[in-house]
């Protein structure tokens, strides 16, 4: 520990900032240091002459400030006090009603647009097909194009599209 | 009326009904079909007709046939055929136009399908194969 340290340590000794284990060993080094002592002595005489002799100090405050902050109080609650008592104004109401009704207008608009642009896929689904599955509950989508033409069984299967080349051999 | 003509009769009913109950023997042709957004050169492609099916209902644009295979098959019987490494149908000829196909994959069945296929149209079984692209079973009738 350097000096420095060691007199911001007795400094806050005399502050009593330092608890424990340390003020007692700060305590133990006082006692076989002179110089350190002096040091604590002399913090702790000018700790006592300036205990009590500090003034209490308040910030300045002009009387037109005071005033000034009552004045916007007051018009602060008058302006809330009109607020509150003003009917809906024309503007207010268009606020209120017109444009939420737009929005939803908008939406209906937007989706029946989406609904129109759908592709036409022709497709008929139905429940109708003939099917017998595995014991392994493979999820499946069947449905017929519109002319009748195809019938399809969707799996959610994967198989494996490649060739035995044995097979390809014999061919 | 004579007995005689009463049991020709009813021979004639009965073997009418037999012969009615009786399948055709039928020509099935099985496609195994890639269908995929990126085309593929020097694969073959599906016939003008089935891509236009298939285009009008899936998203893929290229159809590619990686195995076909032709059933001859008799009344009341079944023929199999393997259309991939691990991929193989059995397609039963039942009375009344109808046909069985049974899919399978690694030698278990997944699903059977009935349902009576008349010449120009097709059976179609399908399934996703990796990331964007299907694969398909396209069965059709020969007339």
Redesign the interface.
């Known amino acids: 520990m350097n000096e420095n340290e060691t007199e911001l340590k007795v400094q806050a000794l005399v502050d009593g900032e330092l608890t424990g284990r340390e003020a007692e060993d700060l305590h133990e080094r006082l006692e076989s240091d002179d110089g350190l002592r002096e040091l604590h002595e002399r913090l702790t005489a000018m700790r006592g002459l300036m205990t009590g002799a500090e003034l209490p100090r308040t910030l300045p405050e002009s009387g037109d400030f005071h005033w000034s902050q009552i004045s916007k109080a007051i018009e602060r609650e008058e302006r809330q006090a009109k607020h509150m008592a003003r009917p809906a104004s024309g503007a207010n109401w268009l606020l209120r009603w017109v444009l939420p009704l737009a929005g939803i207008a908008c939406l209906v608009l937007v989706l029946s647009l989406q609904q129109t642009t759908m592709p036409d ?3 008929l689904l139905g429940s109708d ?6 014991e ?1 509950e ?1 999820e ?1 989508m069947t449905f017929n ?1 519109g002319d ?17 080349s044995l ?1 390809r051999w014999l061919d | 009326m004579n007995r005689f003509t009463i049991l020709v009769a009813l021979l004639l009913l009965v073997s009418g009904g037999f012969v009615a109950a009786q399948a055709d023997p039928i020509t099935v042709q099985a496609r ?1 079909v ?1 269908g995929t957004s990126k085309e593929q050169k020097g694969k073959m492609r599906v016939p003008a007709a089935l891509k236009k ?1 298939l285009a ?2 899936f998203k893929w644009m290229h159809y590619y046939q ?2 076909s295979k032709q059933l001859n098959i008799a009344d009341a019987t079944t023929k199999s055929a ?1 259309l ?4 193989s149908i059995k397609v039963t000829n039942r009375k009344n136009d109808k046909i069985a196909v049974s ?1 399978y ?1 690694k030698g ?8 009576s296929l008349r010449p ?11 990331s964007d692209s299907a ?1 398909f079973i396209v069965l059709s009738k020969s007339k």
């Open positions: 896929l022709d497709i097909h003939e099917i017998e599955l595995s392994d493979i499946l194009t009748d033409a195809m019938s399809v069984v969707w799996l959610d299967y994967s198989i494996d599209l490649q060739q035995d097979q | 195994l890639h099916k009008r209902v990686l195995n393997k991939s490494k691990t991929a899919l994959s278990k069945m997944l699903v059977q399908k009935t349902q120009g149209s097709y059976m179609v079984l399908a399934g996703n194969a990796g694969w």
